[in-house]
């Protein structure tokens, strides 16, 4: 018997929790595509420019950049010149943004216990050691 590829079930997984991340994100003016990370990475890193931003998060230039101006149109983020390098801008939270990032986390907390739903404490411990091993092949297959 063939066995099920596991990019295929992370894809699947991955596809069907950003839906119905961004159905409940929607009302706070946060789009699909990640939007969140984006904003969740600012929070923790105020003062990160975008081609850092691109790199943690292992997205495209293009997705960071329109990720970036639909969080700042929508009030969540603000870009101000580096003065080291005056072609690069840095990331800050508006006020906005602190106060939404409790309501932010309640969201993701929410999700992350639904994909857990069914897991013991101890399958859910063992699936995340086994997600950071696929991780780290993935990092390891890159850099070759």
């Known amino acids: 018997m063939k066995k099920e590829p596991i990019g ?3 894809s699947y997984i ?3 929790n950003q839906k119905i991340l961004a159905k409940h994100l929607a009302p706070y003016g946060i789009g699909g595509g990640g939007q969140h990370s984006f904003l969740k990475v600012v929070l923790r890193k105020p003062g990160i420019n975008q081609d850092q931003l691109t790199q943690e998060l292992k997205f495209d230039k293009a997705t960071t950049a329109r990720s970036v101006k639909q ?3 929508s009030g969540y983020i603000k ?5 080291d390098d005056r072609r690069s801008l840095l990331l800050y939270p ?3 943004a602190e ?3 409790p309501v932010l986390q309640s969201i993701l907390d929410d999700a992350s216990k639904r994909l857990a739903m069914y897991l013991s404490p101890e399958e859910e411990d063992q699936l995340l050691a086994l997600l ?3 991780d780290r092949s993935l990092s390891d297959w890159e850099d070759s």
């Open 8 to 10: 295929k079930i992370i």
């Open 14 to 16: 991955h596809r069907s």
């Open 71 to 73: 969080l700042e149109q």
């Open 79 to 83: 870009r101000i010149p580096d003065p």
């Open 94 to 96: 508006t006020p906005k």
């Open 99 to 101: 106060e939404f990032a």
């Open 132 to 134: 950071h091993k696929i």
